[in-house]
């Protein structure tokens, strides 16, 4: 009998046991799934997620792997107990609500809605928008959800500039690729995860690279924006707008300059989130690999840190 530990905390297994009981079955798997710890060393499989109280992994001797609810793995990755295969999320769900958000904020300043939404002097501004496809967008991050997201903005006739760690076909890559994906972006969307080199990746330099009046969406991780080389391109027009879904600090304190500034839009971290019943197919799929002793799925890089 393969034992799964539910160590993500109470108030995700009220949402996750349900459905986790349910993709196990639908697996096949012959498994007993725990929100309470049995003997450690007889774990086969951890449900886990940052905010967890588990943080020390060290009884967990027959663990075969930890599996994160959480697509980002930045507060985990560097946690020296963990030594088990770590496997982030990646739930098509979760894709969705992406692909939903960063279309949804890429048409709102594409057309320039707020015009119209926000017209208190009734002024008939009859500018019309150009066409998606003279709006180019750069997509910092092609992983899982960035590339989703660029498949839907290309769908749209925008042309999508993708950037990314590694050589990918039709990709810029390095610090070259990205001088050339941020210089003529309109756009910017950031779908990297947080790591030492991702950290204050947008920092003024790289932020005085784009066009006047370009417009940033964040849903990555607050980290990569230098947040006062962001407030002095907005402060100055040279950022148009900035859409944030993540911050440093979450929640955003309520004195944060971001709240009252007239060029950003501060969304609390609502851009994707994980799915109780495609995410525990996610997890159920893993399980069975494991057993099988085929390759786990979304395994993370801790060298890379994502
Ligand atoms: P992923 O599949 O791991 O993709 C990450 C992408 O970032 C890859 O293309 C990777 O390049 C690229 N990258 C990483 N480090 C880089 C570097 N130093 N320079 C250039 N490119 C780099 O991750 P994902 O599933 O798409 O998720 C991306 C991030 O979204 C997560 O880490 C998380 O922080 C965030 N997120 C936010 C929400 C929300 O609600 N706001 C929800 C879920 C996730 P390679 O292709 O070369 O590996």
Known sequence: MTQVYFAAGRALWAEYGGPLQTALAEAGLDATLTDTCPDPAAVDYIIYAPSSPLQDFTPFTGTKAVLSL?????????????????????????TMGMVEWVVGHTLRHHLGMDRHIINPGHRWDNTCPPLARDRPVAMLGMGALGSACADALRALNFPVTGWSRSPRPGCLHGTDGLTTALHTAQIVVTLLPK????????????????????????????????DDALLGALNTGHIGHATLDVFRTEPLPQDHPYWSHPRVTVTPHIAADTRPASAARVIAENIRRGQAGEPFLHRVDRTRGY
Request: charged content about 20%; proline content about 9%.
């Open 195 to 226: 790591t030492p080199e991702t950290e204050n990746l947008l920092n003024a330099a790289r932020l005085a690279l784009l066009p006047r009046g370009a417009v940033i969406l964040n849903p990555g991780r607050g980290a990569i924006i230098d």
């Open 70 to 94: 959480w697509a980002g793995v930045e507060r985990i990755v560097g946690n020296i107990t963990l030594t088990q295969p770590l496997c982030r999320m990646v739930d098509p769900a979760l």
